[in-house]
Nanobody, 124 residues
Framework: QVQLVESGGGLVEAGGSLRLSCAAS????????IAWFRQAPGKEREFGAA????????YYRDSVKCRFTISRDIAKNTVYLQMNSLKPEDTAVYYC?????????????????WGQGTQVTVSS
């Protein structure tokens, strides 16, 4: 069973930065992809970024592509999301999720395991 624990959320002013972490435990992740999704109040959960555990494939939502960077530390079984130039519209609960590399990277239905989420609030 895969377990995911997010951390690093908080309150930041617009233009600021945060780094989220997702610590993963469980079976080997070689055929997995890890993604960050976010959900704002009253809105659908939406894709943010994803990275294959093995290889160089990385995916971003267009609205975060030039501001967010996803990375992984295989030795620590941890995936990070560096978020720069934050905007009030980035305010949401951020979730990490694990799914197969063979599934569509941007669909939440492609991910079987989810963390509990971490709140990110960006003030204007």
């Amino acid at each position: 069973q895969v377990q995911l624990v997010e951390s690093g959320g908080g309150l930041v002013e617009a233009g600021g930065s945060l780094r989220l972490s997702c610590a993963a435990s469980g079976p080997t992740f070689s055929s997995y992809r890890i993604a960050w999704f976010r959900q704002a109040p009253g809105k659908e959960r939406e894709f943010g970024a994803a990275i294959n555990w093995i290889g160089s494939s990385i995916y971003y939502r267009d609205s975060v592509k030039c501001r967010f960077t996803i990375s992984r530390d295989i030795a620590k079984n941890t995936v990070y999301l560096q978020m720069n130039s934050l905007k009030p519209e980035d305010t949401a609960v951020y979730y990490c999720a694990v799914g197969s590399v063979y599934a569509y990277w941007a669909s939440k239905d492609s991910y079987q395991f989810w963390g509990q989420g971490t709140q990110v609030t960006v003030s204007s």
